[in-house]
């Protein structure tokens, strides 16, 4: 199967780093996406990572790939407001073809 | 040119009616994709394009009737839709290989 899980909902006080955790079963994935969704509006690209990589580090976004148990995990250092959204994980191959996103992380960022 | 556009960002259609949506972009990219999103739900592949010609159909009804007139667009024909099809529909863009980046979507309700 192509199941890929999220937890539901993740809320976390601004300043403090919030940690989006997704788990996958297709271990012929190339590549893993996490993809940020606001409200009504479509999905933006925030970083991808390789799964001959353990991790990467872009800006505030620091990305964890613990291949051996399909776990894939998202930081956000200094959350802001600005961050709250959805947050999807998604796996592909990387060549034109599906991507098969995770169930979505509601991220509630509070003052 | 750095995005996907897609055309109209809203729309209401009978049962009856016959529409298309639109998506465009300039990035050089060969590969167009069409996603369907429930409300609450991760986007679902409907169809890819690679080189204009179409390389994944999933099982999609023939309601639903993709076009790639050139490598810079994507067209959706929508033909005697329910109502159960009332989602967002989104498009996205890649070289053959690598990420997909999406536009903003058209949100569709069939009455």
Sequence with gaps: GEDVEQSLFLSVREGDSSVINCTYTDSSSTYLYWYKQEPGAGLQLLTYIFSNMDMKQDQRLTVLLNKKDKHLSLRIADTQTGDSAIYFCAEGTGTASKLTFGTGTRLQVTL | ???????????????????????????????????KQKAKKPPELMFVYSYEKLSINESVPSRFSPECPNSSLLNLHLHALQPEDSALYLCASSFPEGEQFFGPGTRLTVL
Aim: hydrophobic share 30%; net charge positive; glycine share 6%.
């Design chain 2, 1 to 35: 040119d750095t995005e996907v556009t897609q055309t109209p960002k809203h729309l209401v259609m009978g049962m009856t009616n016959k529409k298309s949506l639109k998506c465009e972009q300039h990035m050089g990219h060969r590969a167009m994709y069409w996603y």
